[in-house]
């Protein structure tokens, strides 16, 4: 079956640096998205990997290992607002995404 | 960036009415439509694919005469729950996707926030 796991809560200091991790088995890779969604809101696109490597977008990186079918998003100077939940997702061979149950992060001051 | 919009955002009902919640894409052309579905603290569960002028493709398990899907346009999909119960009180999410494809062009709507009594 196909399979994407991330951890489910996490918690960090503001202006801190947290690391999310996401681990997936799916039936071919056809790249992989990191995406926030705050409390009642819908999902907003942070990231898109379909190369091995590190994606740098200002305070918000990501990384690939598709031989290891591993990603993280590195999330820096972390604000009160960063706040939300983090999904991982991954589009696979059917270009169909399957959506891991996301990572809620908690800043505290 | 492209702007989704839906309405309404939220919405209560009594069990046994229909819900109709719209789907737009204001400044692109959306050839494709998803429809999702989120329970409290879960992750987005696709419902259905919408292609303009063809019928949605449902995910296994979503009932296509219960959660009716029309994309009449390449602008506008629209969603209508029938019969709604409480069970189905949940947030809707639409997402429209420009171009070609590739998730990177997959936007979201704000959602639909449903609640049946």
């Known amino acids: 079956g196909q399979n994407i796991d991330q951890p489910t809560e996490m918690t960090a200091t503001e202006g801190a640096i947290v690391q999310i991790n996401c681990t997936y088995q799916?039936?071919?890779?056809?790249?992989l998205f990191w995406y926030q969604q705050h409390a009642g809101e819908a999902p907003t696109f942070l990231s898109y990997?379909?190369l091995d490597g590190l994606e740098e977008k200002g305070r918000f990186s990501s990384f690939l290992s598709r031989s290891k079918g591993y990603s993280y998003l590195l999330l820096k100077e972390l604000q009160m607002k960063d706040s939300a939940s983090y999904l991982c997702a991954v589009m696979d061979s059917n270009y169909q995404l399957i959506w891991g149950a996301g990572t809620k992060l908690i800043i505290k001051p | 960036g492209a702007v989704v919009s839906q309405h309404p955002s939220r919405v209560i009902c009594k069990s046994g009415t229909s819900v109709k919640i719209e789907c737009r894409s204001l400044d692109f052309q959306a050839t494709t439509m998803f429809w999702y579905r989120q329970f409290p603290k879960q992750s987005l569960m696709l419902m259905a694919t919408s292609n303009e002028g063809s019928k949605a493709t449902y995910e296994q398990g979503v009932e296509k005469d219960k959660f009716l899907i029309n994309h009449a346009s390449l602008t506008l999909s629209t969603l209508t729950v029938t019969s709604a119960h409480p069970e189905d009180s949940s947030f809707y999410i639409c997402s429209a996707e420009a171009g070609t494809g590739g998730a990177e062009t997959q936007y979201f709507g704000p959602g639909t926030r449903l609640l049946v009594l």
């Open positions: 799916t039936s071919g890779f056809n790249g």
């Open positions: 990997n379909v």
